[in-house]
Antibody
Framework: EEQLVESGGGLVKPGGSLRLSCAGS????????MNWVRQAPGKGLEWVGR??????????EYAVPVKGRFTILRDDSKRMVYLQINSLKIEDTGVYHC????????WGQGTLVTVSA | QSVLTQPPSASGTPGQRVTISCSGS????????VNWYQQIPGTAPKLLIH???QRPSGVPDRFSGSKSGTSASLAISGLQSEDEADYYC???????????FGTGTKVTVL
């Protein structure tokens, strides 16, 4: 069974940094495109970015609001994908989910990031 | 802000048919396929429909999707209490070079 488990969330001050992790199991991780999607409290879904599989180039794409501050990395040997978040803003507060594939087929339960002074 | 527009709410009684619209533009729905997600409050989203009208394994055939031009729709027939959830459309946007979600529709079963 395909499973995704996020970790690394927490309370951070504005301007701080955080690295979120997502561990994948039950599928061929190295072939999977991996996405990050966030959801602010009481709000809708917002795609953050994705990293393609290495066979497909391993390139990244980001949503406009996070470009330059967010970086997605992957370590296929550890079956992990990471979201490095710098210069955190209050509006970055929310639950961050990782998700697989072009269609965002499967999702983890998410990890909560709270940005507050 | 979302570039795909959905009605904020929809409702129906058990057994009824409910339809949710999703309006976009040429750069997203007009040029790419549409996916739909269901999110029961407090849980992770679940892929419901991909490629406009394809159901992943395990999704009941009560759910169907369609697309025409720069709009798409999700239909739920034979509405059931467990269908009470938030529903989001999504598509790749060529102008933004990113994946965009709709504003979301809360479905209530009366």
């Amino acid at each position: 069974e395909e499973q995704l488990v996020e970790s690394g969330g927490g309370l951070v001050k504005p301007g701080g940094s955080l690295r979120l992790s997502c561990a994948g199991s039950g599928f061929i991780f190295s072939n999977a495109w991996m996405n990050w999607v966030r959801q602010a409290p009481g709000k809708g879904l917002e795609w953050v970015g994705r990293i393609k599989s290495k066979p497909d180039g391993g390139t990244t794409e980001y949503a406009v609001p996070v470009k330059g501050r967010f970086t997605i990395l992957r370590d296929d040997s550890k079956r992990m994908v990471y979201l490095q978040i710098n210069s955190l803003k209050i509006e970055d507060t929310g639950v961050y989910h990782c998700s697989t594939g072009i269609f965002l087929d499967n999702w983890g339960q998410g990890t909560l990031v709270t940005v507050s002074a | 802000q979302s570039v795909l527009t959905q009605p904020p709410s929809a409702s129906g009684t058990p057994g009824q048919r409910v339809t949710i619209s999703c309006s976009g533009s040429f750069s997203n729905i007009g040029s790419n396929t549409v996916n739909w997600y269901q999110q029961i409050p407090g849980t992770a989203p679940k892929l419901l429909i991909h490629s406009n009208n394809q159901r992943p394994s395990g999704v009941p055939d009560r759910f169907s999707g369609s697309k025409s031009g720069t709009s798409a729709s999700l239909a739920i027939s034979g509405l059931q209490s467990e269908d009470e959830a938030d529903y989001y459309c999504a598509a790749w946007d060529d102008s933004l070079n990113g994946y965009v979600f709709g504003t979301g529709t809360k479905v209530t079963v009366l």
